[in-house]
């Protein structure tokens, strides 16, 4: 699994890199088969007292690509809201292709070799 942290505008520091690390091993837990993640962490200023955190990322697994972003005052409060949401997502994604596995065709009783009494 190949992991990307890049920074527009902020310096990833080794602190924010082991924090979004840190919280990306919630989502590997519920699904192992990641093949990539991009994390881009950006902030924008808008005047000199409002700045705009904004974190997106972009997993790409096994026959799906999920884009997730977040915006926040804090950049850590948006890391933790982007991480909610892509767990979500996986979590989605993972019982989508559990449940399909298990409504073949070949495992559903066919209706005329049924017996009735």
Known sequence: MNLTISGH???V????????QGKLERVRRHFDQV????VILTVDKLR???KRHKADI???????????????HDLYAAIDTLIDK??????????????????AIKHIPDPESVETD
């Not at 520091?13 to 979004?20: G, H, M, Q, S, W």
């Not at 096994?62 to 926040?72: N, Q, R, T, Y």
């Not at 892509?86 to 409504?103: A, E, F, G, M, P």
């Open 13 to 20: 520091t080794p602190a924010i890199r082991e924090y979004v």
């Open 86 to 103: 892509l767990d979500r997502q996986v979590i989605k994604h993972k019982d989508k292709i559990q449940n399909h596995q298990h409504d």
């Open 9 to 11: 505008h902020v310096e």
């Open 48 to 50: 000199e007292k409002d």
């Open 35 to 38: 093949i990539d993640i991009a």
């Open 58 to 72: 972009n997993l790409h697994l096994s026959g799906k690509d999920i884009h997730v972003e977040s915006l926040a």
